[in-house]
């Protein structure tokens, strides 16, 4: 291990046509728990020769899953790495499958790269609301542009794609909260209905008890037979219902008849004197 204090160091003692591995380890305090590594890069030898062979490698890093609900978006961030001991210039395709729509490379530039240097590219996630649950993947390949024989790295992502859960006020987003109240409105209406087509049946039906109470309370009262004859009843006169109709003649006799006066021009007609005959004067 040999412990670095600046960005350039000088290797000594090593052999001829070998290959050697290196990291870079930082850390704090002697915490080598909590440190942070980087890729393990290489490089061969050759000091025979005055012409070094150049190697060309190529490397990509990134995160393998990730989830993302219905309608909702993320961005990934990629390392592309050159391990070759030489510069490098790199082209980056993108295999989506079934999210070719929805995924893309935030730039399509050819990546200049340096001898064991990296460089970022963000990946842009963008789902709709109707792309459809599942579980989708998709290919990161970089080519090297200056190797004759086309090396490459790849890097396989897992995409979970989850259903939207649909929440009031939230989560579900303007599309999710106007049918809520489309819904909530049209049961206030029907809820406004019932009661007022309840309270009318009601007004309605009490009106037909408060006829049918009065109706039967009141009593058709009939002229009595004094009423219908224009007599006036004695207070020593008293009839029940069963006898007003058949003592109706008793009381005509027993009662006295109003005496109406007679109509203008009328004369009262006289009888003739009955002529008596005398058989003895015959």
């Given at each position: ?81 050159n391990l ?160 007003s109709i ?10 006295q008849m ?25």
């Amino acid at each position: 291990m040999v412990f670095l204090v600046s960005l350039n160091y000088t290797l000594f003692g090593l052999n001829d046509n070998s290959t050697y591995y290196w990291q870079i380890v930082s850390y704090v305090d002697n915490d080598l728990e909590n440190s942070y590594k980087s890729d393990i890069w290489w490089f061969k030898t050759n000091l025979n020769d005055s012409k070094m062979e150049i190697i060309y490698k190529l490397n990509i890093s990134g995160p393998k899953f990730i989830s993302i609900k219905q309608g909702g978006n993320k961005s990934i961030s990629l390392n592309i790495s050159n391990l070759g001991s030489s510069e490098d210039i790199v082209e980056l395709n993108l295999q989506s499958g079934n999210l070719s729509e929805y995924v893309a490379l935030n730039d399509h530039s050819l990546l200049k790269i340096a001898s064991h240097g990296y460089k970022y590219r963000d990946l842009q996630i963008i789902l709709p609301d109707n792309v459809k649950p599942g579980i989708y993947k998709i290919k990161i390949l970089a080519f090297s542009k200056n190797s004759d024989e086309k090396v490459k790295a790849s890097h396989n992502i897992t995409i979970e794609v989850t259903k939207l859960k649909k929440e009031n006020g939230s989560g579900g987003g303007q599309n999710a909260i106007v049918p809520t109240y489309i819904f909530i409105l049209a049961l206030i209406i029907i809820i406004s209905i019932i009661i007022i087509t309840i309270f009318l049946n009601n007004k309605r039906h009490k009106k037909r008890l408060e006829k049918k109470l009065h109706s039967s309370e009141t009593v058709t009262k009939k002229p009595s037979a004094f009423q219908v004859f224009g007599l006036e009843r004695t207070s020593s006169t008293t009839l029940t219902s069963q006898q007003s109709i058949q003592d109706i003649p008793k009381i005509i006799q027993t009662t006295q008849m109003p005496k109406l006066p007679p109509p203008k021009g009328f004369r009262e007609k006289q009888e003739p004197e009955e002529t008596k005959i005398n058989n003895s004067d015959s």
